[in-house]
C-alpha cells in the first residue's frame, strides 16, 4: 500500500522535471511573454478590438518578440537560476532582461515600419512580462515551500533519496520514510524480475550500476543502501557504487532492527565502521557462553571504555545474577551505568569507580562481591600517548594493573580471568604493545601458578568506531573541510568491529583453556588511505575537496600489524577462524618488571621503562631497533 501523500507526489513530479531545468524554464518563459502580449493588447485596444484590430503580420511579430525575450533570457543566464530560491538577484536579472528584450524589439518593429503594432503595446510589454515571469517565480517558491513544509513539518529542505535495493528492508523503508520528510525517487536493485516494478508506489528504475546515470539520479540529494543481508561484497559493490555519484550515502538499519515489531518507522543512519569492514562480520558461536554467564557474577574492569562498555551490554543479554562495573573514569561508569538500567532494568548492577593498580580495592572488591567470572579490560591503548613521557604510567596501568586483577581474582576463586590484549603486542615497537605483551605473560604465569582460575589473554586487531579510531577522527576532520590526516600512504591495519570484540571475549570465555591466547582471524588488513577515500566519497564530497595530508609514522608506530608472533605455535579451535597461541614464560625477567612497576621510589625515566621492557618482553624492539 502506498504511503504517498499527495505533496510527496507533488514533489516526485517537480523532482522529475528538475534535470530538465533550463529547456523546462525558457519553454515557461515563451508561454509567458506570449500570454503577456496579448494581455497587453487587450489592455490596450479592449475585449471588442483586441483580435480583430491587430495587423496580419502580428504573428510574425509575436514570434520575433519570443525570440528576443530568450535569447535575453539565456544572455543572463536566467534559465539557469533555481525557481525554488528565487529572490532579488533574480528580479534583478529578469528586469535587465526584459528592458533589454523590449528594447530591442521596439527598435525593430519600428525600424521596418511596422507602424499598425500599437506603440502603447510596445511600451508597456516589457512591463507586463516582467511582472508575468516574477509571478510564476513566486507562485513556484510558494508552492515549492508549502510542499516543503507538509513534507518535513518545517523549513528543513526536502531529502530525495535513490534507494540501492528492493527487498525487505526497501519495503520497510518505504513504510515510514515518507513521515521523516523524506521523499524517494526510486529504488535500483540487480534481480530483473524487480525491474520496472512498483513497490509502495516507488517504481524499481533499473539495477545498481544505474545509479551512476545522471538521468537516472536526477534531483536526487541522498543515496541510501537498503541491503543489510546482502554479503560483504555486494555491499562493498554497492557502497563503491553510491560514493562514486558525489551524493552522501546513508544506509538502514540491520535487517534484524528493521524486522523488530517496535521498529514502526525505520530511520535511515549514516554509514556504521562495520559497513567500511569490506568482509563478513566474524558471527562466533555463542553455544556455552549462556551457561558460562547465566547467574553467575560478572566483574568487569574498564567497563565504562569502548570495549568494557560493549562486553556489559553483551553479558547482560546473559542474564547474569549480578554485573560489577569496575571503572576509573566517573563520567564512563556514569554513562555505562545509566544505559544498562534502561535496557536491563532487573539485572543487578554494582557501580565501582576503582584503579586497577590499587591491589587493596581491588581485593576487598572481590572478597564482597566473589565475582566467578572477570573481563579485564581496563588498559592504556593510546600508542603515541604511551611513548612519549608517559611509559611508566603504561607499565603501571597495563602490566602491573593486569597481575593486580589477576591475583585478586585468583585469590577470591574465580573460576575465569580474560585479558583483552591487542595486536600490537606482537613484535612490538612501542611501549603501549610491550606492556600488553608483559600483561599477556603474567596471564601465563597466573595459569601456571593458579589451578583453580582459568587465565585467557584475547587479542585481536584495530576496533573501528572505539574511542580514539580513525573512523571518529577522519569523520571529524572531514566536518571541518579537511585535511584527513594519515600517517602514511602504506600503513595497514586488521580491523574488527566493537561487537565483534566483545564476541570474541566472550567466546573466549567460554571455550578457552587456562594459558591460552585466543587470536581471530581477521581477514584481509585494510589500507588506512583507502579508508579515509571511502568516508570522503561517502560524505557527499569529491576526492580533490577534501585533502589527505600525510604526517609520517609516529613514534612506536608500524606500517602494518600483526597477530602471531613468528615463534608462537597456533592450533585451531572448535569456532572456525578462532585459533590458539601459547606464549612462553619468562617468570625472572616479569617479576623484576613488576618490581619496577610496584615502585616505591623515584618515578623512573621513559629510557629506564623501556630497557626493562626489553629485558622482559621477548620481541620487544625499542624505537631505535625498529627504526
Known amino acids: 500500500m502506498s504511503t504517498l501523500t499527495p505533496w510527496h507526489r507533488l514533489d516526485l513530479f ?102 499598425k503594432v500599437p506603440r502603447a503595446v510596445l511600451a508597456l510589454h516589457p512591463v507586463v512580462t516582467l511582472m508575468g515571469v516574477c509571478v510564476l517565480r513566486i507562485a513556484y517558491r510558494m508552492l515549492y ?32 520514510i515518507h513521515q521523516q520528510g523524506w521523499t524517494v525517487l526510486g529504488l535500483l536493485d540487480d534481480d530483473p524480475a524487480k525491474l520496472h516494478s512498483r513497490i509502495a508506489g516507488v517504481p524499481v528504475l533499473g539495477p545498481l550500476q544505474a545509479v551512476q546515470d545522471a538521468q537516472v539520479r536526477g534531483a536526487a540529494t541522498h543515496v541510501v543502501i537498503a541491503m543489510p543481508s546482502a554479503s560483504a561484497a555486494q555491499r562493498r559493490r554497492a557502497l563503491d557504487l553510491a560514493a562514486a555519484t558525489g551524493l552522501p550515502v546513508l544506509t538502514v538499519p540491520s535487517a534484524v532492527e528493521l524486522a523488530d515489531p517496535r521498529a514502526r518507522h525505520p530511520r535511515v543512519r549514516d554509514i556504521e565502521p562495520e559497513d567500511l569492514l569490506g568482509r563478513e562480520p566474524v558471527r562466533l558461536d555463542e553455544s556455552g557462553v549462556g551457561a558460562t554467564l547465566r547467574g553467575r557474577t ?129 613484535n612490538p615497537t612501542n611501549v603501549m604493545g610491550a606492556t600488553k605483551r608483559a600483561a599477556e605473560m603474567v596471564v601465563s604465569q597466573m595459569a601456571a601458578e593458579h589451578r583453580a582460575t582459568r587465565f585467557i589473554a584475547v587479542r585481536f586487531g584495530n576496533v573501528l568506531g572505539s574511542s580514539g579510531s580513525v573512523i571518529p577522527k577522519f569523520k571529524e576532520q572531514i566536518e571541518r573541510g579537511g585535511p584527513v590526516t594519515v600517517t602514511h600512504p602504506d600503513v595497514i591495519r586488521y ?45 557527499g564530497h569529491a576526492p580533490e575537496d577534501i585533502a589527505i595530508a600525510f604526517t609520517g609514522l609516529r613514534p612506536g608506530e608500524k606500517l602494518y600489524e600483526e597477530l602471531l608472533a613468528d615463534e608462537d605455535a597456533t592450533l585451531p579451535t572448535a569456532v572456525p577462524r578462532l585459533r590458539i597461541a601459547r606464549l612462553s614464560t619468562e617468570p625472572a625477567r616479569l617479576e623484576e618488571l613488576l618490581a619496577l612497576a610496584a615502585g616505591g621510589g623515584a618515578t623512573p625515566q621513559d629510557a629506564e621503562v623501556r630497557r626493562a621492557l626489553w629485558h622482559a618482553v621477548p620481541g620487544y624492539r625499542q624505537p631505535a631497533q625498529a627504526s
Open 298 to 426: 560478572v566483574l568487569i574492569t574498564g567497563a565504562g571504555g569502548s570495549i568494557g562498555a560493549e562486553l556489559c551490554r553483551q553479558v547482560a543479554r546473559f542474564e547474569p545474577a549480578r554485573l560489577v562495573l569496575y571503572e576509573l573514569s566517573e563520567f564512563n561508569l556514569y554513562s555505562i551505568e545509566q544505559e544498562l538500567g534502561a535496557q536491563f532494568p532487573r539485572l543487578p548492577l554494582v557501580r565501582l569507580i576503582g584503579d586497577v593498580k590499587d591491589l587493596t580495592h581491588l581485593r576487598e572488591t572481590f572478597a564482597r562481591w566473589r565475582p566467578q567470572v572477570v573481563f579485564h579490560a581496563a588498559a592504556f591503548k593510546h600508542v603515541p600517548l604511551m611513548e612519549e613521557d608517559n611509559a611508566w604510567a603504561a607499565l603501571r596501568n597495563n602490566t602491573l594493573g593486569t597481575y593486580h586483577a589477576a591475583r585478586a581474582a585468583a585469590e577470591h576463586g574465580a573460576e575465569r580471568f580474560v585479558l583483552i590484549s591487542t595486536d600490537k603486542a606482537v
Open 495 to 539: 580491523f574488527m568491529t566493537i561487537p565483534e570484540a566483545a564476541r570474541l571475549v566472550l567466546q573466549a570465555a567460554a571455550i578457552g583453556d587456562s594459558g591460552q591466547v585466543l587470536v581471530l582471524d581477521m581477514g584481509e588488513p585494510v589500507k588506512i588511505v583507502d579508508l579515509a577515500r571511502d568516508l570522503i566519497r561517502l560524505a
Open 14 to 115: 517537480l523532482a522529475r522535471l528538475r534535470p530538465h531545468r533550463e529547456p523546462l524554464s525558457l519553454v515557461a518563459d515563451a508561454l509567458v511573454v506570449a500570454a503577456c502580449w496579448n494581455i497587453t493588447y487587450l489592455f490596450r485596444l479592449g475585449f471588442e478590438r483586441w483580435l480583430s484590430a491587430r495587423p496580419a503580420y502580428d504573428g510574425w511579430v509575436l514570434l520575433g518578440v519570443v525570440a528576443a525575450y530568450l535569447a535575453a533570457f539565456a544572455l543572463f543566464r536566467v534559465p539557469q537560476s533555481m525557481w525554488r530560491f528565487a529572490g532579488f538577484g533574480e528580479v534583478k536579472r529578469l528586469t535587465l532582461a526584459c528592458a533589454l528584450a523590449g528594447g530591442v524589439s521596439a527598435a525593430v518593429v519600428m525600424g521596418l515600419g511596422l507602424s
Open 145 to 176: 515551500e508549502h510542499a516543503r513544509s507538509r513534507i518535513t513539518g518545517g523549513s528543513a529542505e526536502i531529502r530525495r533519496a535513490l534507494v540501492l535495493g528492493a527487498g525487505d528492508a526497501a519495503r520497510w523503508l518505504l513504510a515510514g
